[in-house]
């Protein structure tokens, strides 16, 4: 990845670390305009505790001030240098959910109390490229940010002196993410970084019961919290817009009789949830071909005349939606379980590239033929992200999956009266050959780093932000704001209502009229809603719970058990997990719950380099050959790449014996996990 510019990282380092804090923004810009809508601060009588007193380098550590006050607005102004900090979001190729909050109350109160600002113009995703590429380019600029989430990957920016250790800091500056992480993840606490005791970045977490019942045991009311986070689903649905759907199944219900029985019975049997019989494979792809020629008897079409397509082949990028996310789970399996990278079969006791089972290349020919046919768009191959989303927000069309839906409030702008609504495979999950890991969060890829562009000194200025995250008054911030933004208020017996109506019932209910996005809270409107991470402005900067935790005002604040429902709390009931539950592993492998990312293997981490020739280009022309001829030949030309670069059969032994001899632990979990539930 990054061991062909070794030579020259050293001169890069240095100017990095001169020019880093400079060629950060300026903010020279007017704060946003005043939202006309929002409730207006009448508390002025708020009062700050004090400062303590600066430690022997003359820092001040606000972390002892967390659990004292009650509201982010107690905490003291920051006195000191106002850090400018560029980020980086290393997953994934880029990302369309680049949302502009109008009246942001989150970052400003950061910045009042802890001196941190990001700059949104300097920040930046990956750009259309994968990690291993982005890395490369800013290796050979030396245009470092100052913090980064998802990049550490096979540590040779460790190696090279571009993250900060945080080790010994996390105990001082951020202790109560380590009392966190020591509860909820006590192996990857222990463990660090590749076994290596060290930690080069923080963790988050997001706001599963799974999860807080770690963090808090026997704390947490499931009855109450199931109206905070959808149910644990192992299979993504399928969105359908409804009009065609019904004129397939005239019996299925629209997206509106969904939300009306909910209202009226607060539930669904199961019969409501499955109500499209979709029970098996052959299932799913007669209804496909029913999709695409009702579409084509109708002479259904977009307002703007496109035809509308059955489904899209690529949103974009890579194959791992439409392999992991739609097609896996019509065979029982998901991206929990399975992919078509490297895969740990159960029976057999190894691993296994997946292009060399059977299925995989069945399941292959049967998606070129979807392309052949019409049912997949060919035209999606070659999309781009920006032309996936209009298509996508347009209707264009019938059939969605992934963590992108169409957008409603676009659909109803549009004209359209149609909605899409969720349809789920009525097919049982699958764990006889791959399992579905209960999993730490993991410290060796998944955190947020610090890298050396910020000189010693200030590390601990961020690390104090980012532990702030995870103090109750931090979650509160999350979902409320500060008082003195003055967008709720505070009953005698201590919980808060929103003074806004629509900001209530997009936080409390869930209804996603982005409200959340306005004032730049977390909603945990995530998942099959369309992912929103804490701080949803870009850039997305993940850290502490997502949503508030324990503090979402669904849990901690609103009686759901008695207050009137809302059809937008369909999607916690209206799901698969209801009926299907999740079928988990345990023990589970630390660092290796995604095998592909065994970057401590060279042959890996070049075959893994190569990625966008084997996937993006390779496995495309599988989907779009011609012929049979021309997908034997597309197939095969798959596997040479791969082959070519490292990645053959003898890797596949090298990861199980680097395993065995360096992380004893996790060929354990693999060989002897069994399930929990």
């Known amino acids: 990845m990054l061991k062909t510019l070794k030579r020259s990282l050293a001169l890069i380092i240095a100017l990095t670390l001169v020019f880093g804090i400079i060629a950060s923004c300026a903010r020279d810009e007017a704060p946003p305009p005043p939202d006309d809508t929002a409730p207006v601060d009448t508390d002025t009588d708020t009062v700050t505790v004090d400062a303590p007193e600066p430690d022997e380098d003359g820092f001040v550590n606000l972390t002892s001030l967390f659990n004292t006050v009650s509201d982010s607005s107690e905490l003291p102004d920051w006195t000191g240098e106002v850090l400018t900090l560029t980020h980086w979001e290393g997953h994934g190729m880029g990302d369309t959910h680049l949302h502009v909050s109008e009246n942001d109350v989150f970052w400003p109160e950061i910045e009042r109390i802890f001196g941190i600002r990001i700059c949104k113009e300097t920040s930046f995703d990956n750009g259309g490229v994968d990690l291993e590429t982005r890395l490369t380019m800013l290796a050979s600029t030396g245009a470092w940010p100052h913090i980064a989430t998802r990049v550490i990957g096979g540590g040779e920016l460790i190696d090279e002196g571009l993250l900060h250790d945080?080790?010994?800091?996390?105990?001082?500056?951020?202790?109560?993410?380590?009392?966190?992480?020591?509860?909820?993840?006590?192996?990857?606490?222990?463990?660090?970084?590749?076994?290596?005791?060290?930690?080069?970045?923080m963790a988050w977490y997001d706001n599963t019961l799974e999860i807080l019942d770690q963090i808090y045991p026997g704390e947490i009311d499931p009855m109450r919290y199931q109206f905070v986070r959808h149910p644990d689903e192992w299979s993504f649905p399928l969105f359908v817009r409804d009009d065609i759907l019904q004129l397939i199944f005239p019996d299925a219900k629209s997206q509106d009789d969904i939300e009306a029985l909910f209202m009226e019975q607060g539930y669904f049997t199961r019969e409501q949830?499955?109500?499209?019989?979709?029970?098996?494979?052959?299932?799913?792809?007669?209804?496909?071909?029913?999709?695409?020629?009702?579409?084509?008897?109708?002479?259904?079409?977009?307002?703007?005349?496109?035809?509308?397509?059955?489904?899209?082949?690529?949103?974009?990028?890579?194959?791992?939606?439409l392999l992991m996310l739609f097609w896996a789970p019509m065979h029982g399996m998901s991206s929990h379980n399975w992919n078509y990278f490297i895969t740990f079969n159960r029976q057999t006791q190894q691993f296994e590239r997946q292009f060399d089972t059977d299925f995989f290349r069945e399941q292959m020919r049967i998606l070129n033929q979807l392309v052949r046919d019409g049912v997949g768009s060919e035209e999606s191959l070659i999309d781009t992200q920006d032309m996936f989303v209009n298509k996508l927000n347009s209707g264009e069309y019938a059939v969605a999956y992934t963590w992108w839906i169409p957008d409603e409030n676009l659909l109803r702008a549009a004209g359209y009266d149609f909605r899409y609504r969720k349809v789920y495979f009525n097919i049982p999950q699958d764990t006889s050959v791959y399992m579905d890991f209960l999993f730490e969060s993991a410290v060796d890829r998944d955190v947020i780093s610090i890298f050396t562009t910020v000189p010693d000194e200030q590390v601990p200025q961020i690390l104090q932000f980012f532990d702030f995250m995870f103090s109750d008054v931090g979650m509160k911030l999350q979902v409320w704001g500060p008082r003195t933004a003055g967008l709720f208020e505070e009953l005698e017996d201590g919980t808060r209502r929103y003074l806004n109506p629509e900001l209530e019932a997009n936080m409390v209910f869930g209804v996603n009229n982005e409200m959340d996005i306005r004032y730049n809270l977390s909603s945990g409107l995530m998942g099959v809603l369309g992912e929103r991470w804490f701080a949803p402005a870009f850039p997305h900067i993940r850290m502490g719970i997502g949503a508030g935790g324990r503090w979402n005002p669904a849990y901690a604040d609103y009686d759901m058990l008695e207050m009137p429902r809302d059809p937008a709390q369909y999607v916690h009931f209206f799901s698969s997990a209801v009926f299907m539950p999740r079928t988990r592993f345990s023990p589970a492998p630390l660092r290796d719950v995604y095998p592909w990312f065994h970057f401590d293997i060279p042959e890996i981490e070049q075959w893994w380099a190569a990625r966008d020739a084997w996937e993006n280009d390779a496995m495309m022309r599988i989907l779009a050959a011609r012929s049979d001829d021309e997908f034997d030949q597309a197939f095969a030309r798959m596997i040479q790449i791969s082959e070519e670069n490292g990645f053959t059969e003898d890797v596949l032994r090298l990861i199980e014996q680097n395993l065995q001899d360096n992380f004893p632990d996790d060929w354990y979990a693999y060989t002897n996990a069994q399930p929990v539930n």
Do not use: K
């Open 273 to 321: 949830v499955y109500d499209v019989p979709l029970n098996s494979p052959q299932d799913v792809i007669d209804f496909l071909y029913a999709v695409r020629d009702t579409i084509a008897e109708h002479n259904i079409t977009t307002s703007a005349g496109r035809p509308v397509q059955t489904t899209f082949m690529s949103y974009g990028f890579d194959m791992w939606p």
């Open 166 to 201: 945080l080790t010994d800091l996390l105990p001082i500056y951020a202790p109560h993410y380590w009392d966190i992480i020591n509860r909820a993840s006590p192996g990857s606490a222990r463990n660090g970084y590749m076994n290596t005791g060290r930690h080069y970045g």
